[in-house]
């Protein structure tokens, strides 16, 4: 069964790749309800998907096509094992922390209930790692490290409103009929540019992204 194993929020702290500036990145797990809702643009909205979570940089991170990031422990167990190192829910900068469901492997458009009657989340797209992360983590090619191993899980935007709690249940409510799936754009996006052109049945795909595949393939054109 897949379930919300933590619901993750974060203080501003100095950002350890730009000291001058702030980073939302460190979140950590929090035992109460969290009421999730759309945060508008990118540039003058609202900031992240959580109410109580903090964003740094509003250029580059929040809006709605990435309210909420969703990181499964399952894959936090496996870099443990490859970094030799215990990573606590939240470490990546993960707004829910689940178990129980292949986050990477989702479908662009795919849906989530979050609990009986909580929101409504859909893919959108796969998180691109930064010089921030690799700062904030103290780990040399991170950026690299982390791109080889496709696990970059997903960032999801509100369609309904709603609260969420630790342990809540994930309940899949609706699944494209295509075979986009996160993975595959984070793959296409940072190492396989030629599987571009895949990407183009996904409707849900992130206003950013659809940007970014237009552009690389009026160039190739």
């Not at 797990?29 to 809702?37: L, Y």
């Not at 996160?182 to 940007?211: G, N």
């Amino acid at each position: 069964m897949a379930n919300v194993l933590s619901v993750n929020v974060a203080e501003l702290r100095v950002n350890p790749d730009a000291p001058s500036r702030f980073t939302g990145i460190d979140k950590v797990p929090v035992d109460h309800p969290v009421e999730v809702r759309a945060p508008g643009p990118m540039k003058g909205g609202l900031g992240g998907g959580l109410v109580g979570d903090n964003i740094g940089n509003r250029k580059l991170h929040g809006g709605d096509d990435q309210a909420v990031y969703v990181y499964a422990r399952e894959d936090l167990d496996d870099w443990q094992q490859r970094l030799g190192r215990p990573l606590r829910n939240g470490v990546f900068g993960e707004n829910l922390t689940t178990t129980g469901i292949d986050v990477s492997h989702s479908r662009i458009g795919e849906r989530w209930r979050i609990g009986a009657d909580g929101p409504l989340l859909e893919v959108s797209a796969p998180r691109t790692p930064c010089r921030t992360f690799s700062a904030f983590l103290e780990i040399d090619g991170w950026i690299k490290t982390f791109t080889a191993a496709g696990k970059p899980g997903t960032y999801l935007r509100v369609l309904e409103p709603g609260t969420v709690h630790p342990g809540d249940p994930i309940t899949v409510e609706h699944t494209p009929d295509h075979d986009v799936t996160i993975a595959l754009v984070f793959r296409a996006r940072m190492t396989e540019p030629a599987l571009l052109p895949q990407l183009l049945v996904a409707d849900a795909l992130s206003q950013e992204l659809k940007a970014y595949v237009a552009k690389k393939l009026s160039k190739s054109a």
